[in-house]
């Protein structure tokens, strides 16, 4: 098949493209290397450097002609979204928008939509949180995930545009940006390999999903041979196993086998304090389900960024 993936030079997105590429696919990378890198492009997928909210993107679709697209580029920043909520409406749901008439133009039988589980569902749904508790995400980034499930949806209706949705955990592996807001683990993982001290938000009791990228590639991969009838599949990709940011320190602070140093900052806007997904549908749908357990990922991540002391990876 030939498949372009959006963000496809990003943490999650080149990992995708890899697996794309070891199946036997045609594939294409979409990405404006705003926080994507070269340094994950495979040199055997066609490359465009522009933005999903660039009119070029038609030409791009027209050229390369995609049955599937896997669409992961993204402003991918809760606290951002909560400062600059006009720019992440901007990018994830007019960029998505963009997109989806593009590929409605050009033939495009499938969107893969990278959606997200941990912000989706809000502080009064109870963890592991299945697909049937109603959305009440508390931040932007939330609410354009879930406006842009509605557009596909609608698309599928409308044009007979394919979608599956995958709503995924808190995702951590290697090539995950340690710079700026998002990535709890990278960041971690950065300052202990410099030996830097790092900032915990809030008391650290938070929870969330840590999903191993290589699980929610597997995730991508099966969905997108997954047949698809009226209802679009909403599938949520996570361990549903809580985490809380202290005991994430504990495991790291053994792997590392010294005492880390770091303190307490204040909690961050909007941010949720405890998030789970239950993933049973994806089990039963996909075939799918997390092989990594989350101190075995956190080793793998550790060990990816003390190879890379001075890695500027993207997301």
């Known amino acids: 098949m030939r498949i372009l993936i959006t963000g496809g030079a990003g943490f999650i997105g080149s990992h995708v493209a890899d697996a794309f590429l070891a199946a036997g ?6 990405d404006d290397l705003s926080s994507g890198s070269n340094d994950n492009l495979d040199p055997r997928a066609r490359f465009w450097r522009a933005d999903i909210r660039d009119p070029a993107v038609d030409a791009i679709l027209g050229e390369f002609q995609p049955e599937i697209v896997s669409h992961h580029a ?35 039988r499938r969107v893969l939509f990278a959606s997200t589980g941990g ?15 109603n959305p009440e995400p508390v931040s932007p980034y939330g609410v354009a995930k879930l406006a842009v499930e509605r557009y596909l949806y609608a698309f599928q209706v409308m044009h007979g545009l394919e979608a599956v949705v995958l709503r995924y955990a808190n995702v951590y592996g290697p090539r995950q940006n340690p710079h700026g807001e ?34 929610v590639v597997q995730a991508v991969v099966l969905a997108a041979a997954l047949p698809v009838g009226d209802r679009m599949p909403i599938l949520n990709i996570g361990t549903g196993a809580e985490t809380s940011v202290n005991d994430l320190v504990a495991t790291l602070q053994d792997l590392a086998g010294r005492p880390l ?24 749908v996909l075939g799918w389900q997390p092989t990594v357990d989350v101190r075995v990922g956190l080793g793998k991540t550790l060990q990816w960024f003390r190879e890379r002391p001075g890695t500027s990876t993207g997301t």
Do not use: C, W
């Open 74 to 108: 993204a402003q991918m920043s809760v606290g951002v979204s909560v400062r600059e909520p006009k720019r992440d409406a901007d990018i994830n749901i007019l960029g998505a928008l963009n997109l989806l008439e593009a590929a409605t133009r050009h033939g495009v």
């Open 25 to 30: 696919h045609d594939v294409g990378v979409l």
């Open 182 to 215: 998002a990535g709890v683990i990278a960041i971690f993982s950065r300052a202990i390999v410099a030996d830097r001290s790092f900032t915990i938000n809030g008391d650290g009791g938070q929870t969330r999903d840590y999903t191993y990228v290589g699980d």
């Open 261 to 284: 140093r770091f303190q307490h900052g204040p909690a961050k806007p909007g941010e949720q304090r405890r998030s789970a997904l239950d993933a049973g549908l994806a089990r039963s």
């Open 119 to 133: 912000a989706m569902y809000g502080d009064r749904a109870v963890p592991p949180t299945p697909e049937t508790v």
